[in-house]
């Protein structure tokens, strides 16, 4: 499969996953965070703007049911999906280092900007929401992000 | 002399940005729209591109439900007596439906039954959708219930969903009193230090009343949103008391949204608080989902118990052979009663079913 190809074929799929597993077959938490691997990988791909626009959609997608606290979602994706697009300006980004610590940064930063929109009433204490379960969950979604991009390929450059 | 990068690239830089300018400023103004016209946009989300995989979740549940009952009736052919610990969870939500049928016939058309669906995506935490809307006469605050009391509340209605909360949910409030009427109150919701650690709290409540461990609170009807009489949860200890005039009480839920599957929704004007549904959960029907589960275990084992006593005393009837003394006496001329009456087996093959 050609290169461009692989890598939105992946996205696509990744999306498809996220919202067959978190909300089609309510795995909810269990399953991965797939929706913001597939915009870290697409931000490698894209300029900044364009990755910016996709984390607008990915995030008003995920709004949609949040009620407690509609657009922290949006806003998270956008920024992250935009300051990710940046990291190829000044990362080469090769090694397998770099893409566990993209993918773990990126997942905590979007839970991070999250919290802080979502304000006192309804975000959890700093502790228990970012340093525990956000980290865990960036740690779930480097883990599966690099066997992701291992199975498909679908990261530019290869991995050392 | 030629710049250092070209015009193009340069150009191209600064229309990225801008492009992620305008985004950023649109998720800024998604973020501090009015919350009725954020429920617009997440509506026709919910409505259009992530219809497939709510009906996907819809079509889990009702798979699940249906392989509950066509497992309950094969082990009805097959005469099974022991139920598998594999069979536990169809068995529970088979006893959950029999619970809202009981109920739903109990509060007759003024609650509709709905199937309950969670998103599990970030931030739909306490939330879920129930398939009714306005096409079946819900309304915005419309109750929730589930055959132990209380769940939660309507927030948002379309023609055919809702979206709904739970009392997890930080803006939850109800207001109750005990099963007495002795005191009053509000009952709201505490987060933990985990979701798992979610707690109601009585508010409120006047100093001089003291409130016992294992009170039924229920909702009072006041204020318009709830009807009287719906069990919310027990107290389970004094959470704080301030100044010498206002106490509160922590309280153990007696739903837990969790296993909420199928609830009942409130239709028309049923939730204008005239209405009193204490009736509905005489004071030994309220349980905590601990206590149900152990009270239906309970009932399970007599039931075992007694299917193995009839099955000893079947075994026992069907041994005397015809040469002892009923024999004899029925050789003797004297007509007998006969040796295993129709009614006893039919009953043991029902209990056996069982």
């Known amino acids: 499969m050609r290169w461009p190809l692989r890598v939105w074929v992946t996205v696509g799929l990744l999306v498809f996953f996220h919202f067959l597993l978190h909300l089609g077959l309510g795995f909810g938490n269990i399953a991965p965070d797939l929706l913001t691997i597939s915009l870290l990988l697409a931000a490698r791909e894209v300029g900044m703007g364009t990755a910016a626009g996709i984390g607008f959609v990915f995030g008003l997608l995920i709004d949609a049911f949040n009620l407690l606290a509609f657009g922290t979602n949006t806003v998270a994706m956008t920024a992250v999906g935009g300051a990710a697009a940046r990291t190829r300006d000044l990362f080469v980004g090769d090694s397998f280092f770099f893409v566990v610590s993209y993918l773990f940064l990126g997942k905590w930063v979007k839970d991070l900007l999250r919290w802080i929109l979502a304000g006192e009433g309804v975000r959890e204490p700093f502790f228990q929401a970012l340093l525990v379960q956000s980290s865990l969950n960036a740690a779930y979604v480097a883990i599966v992000g690099v066997l992701v991009v291992t199975i498909t390929g679908a990261w530019r450059g290869s991995l050392r | ?354």
Do not use: C
């Not at chain 2, 995989?53 to 497992?71: E, N, W």
């Open chain 2, 1 to 354: 002399m030629p710049a250092y990068t070209s015009e193009t690239v340069d150009t191209s830089g600064r229309r990225q940005a801008m492009v992620t300018v305008l985004f950023l400023a649109a998720a800024l103004v998604m973020f501090y729209l009015p919350a009725s016209t954020q429920q617009q946009v997440s509506a026709a989300l919910r409505g259009t591109v992530l219809m497939p995989f709510v009906t996907v979740q819809k079509a889990v549940l009702t798979f699940r439900s249906r392989a509950g009952d066509s497992d309950w009736l094969r082990k009805q052919l097959d005469s099974l007596v022991a139920v598998t610990v594999a069979e536990g969870g169809l068995a529970e939500e088979n006893r959950r439906l029999r619970q809202m049928l009981e109920l739903s016939r109990k509060l007759g058309p003024t609650f509709v039954s709905a199937t309950l669906v969670r998103a599990g995506t970030t931030g739909s935490e306490s939330t879920f959708l129930v398939d009714v809307g306005s096409a079946k006469e819900i309304h915005s605050n419309a109750p929730i219930i589930t055959s132990q009391g209380l769940l939660g509340v309507v927030r948002d209605v379309r023609i055919d969903h809702a979206v709904g909360m739970d009392w997890t949910h930080p803006d939850f409030r109800a207001s109750a009193m005990t099963a007495d009427g002795a005191t009053y109150g509000v009952v709201e919701s505490r987060s933990g230090l985990f979701r798992e650690e979610d707690r109601l709290v009585l508010d409120g409540t006047a100093f001089h009343t003291r409130v016992e461990d294992g009170t039924v609170v229920l909702t009072s009807g006041l204020g318009g949103v709830f009807p009287r009489g719906i069990p919310i949860g027990l107290v389970v200890g004094q959470a704080e008391a301030e100044g010498g005039w206002r106490r509160s009480y922590w309280l153990r839920p007696l739903v837990e949204p969790g296993v909420a599957t199928h609830v009942l929704v409130a239709m028309g004007n049923a939730a204008d608080g005239t209405m009193d549904l204490s009736p509905v959960w005489p004071a030994d029907a309220v349980m905590t989902e601990e206590q149900l589960a152990a009270w239906d275990q309970a009932r399970r084992d007599s039931l075992d118990a007694l299917g193995d006593s009839l099955l000893v005393m079947k075994g026992m009837v069907g041994g005397l052979e015809p040469g002892d003394g009923l024999g004899r006496r029925e050789s003797s001329g004297v007509r007998s009663v006969p040796a295993r009456p129709a009614a006893l087996e039919s009953g043991v093959s029902d209990l056996i079913r069982r």
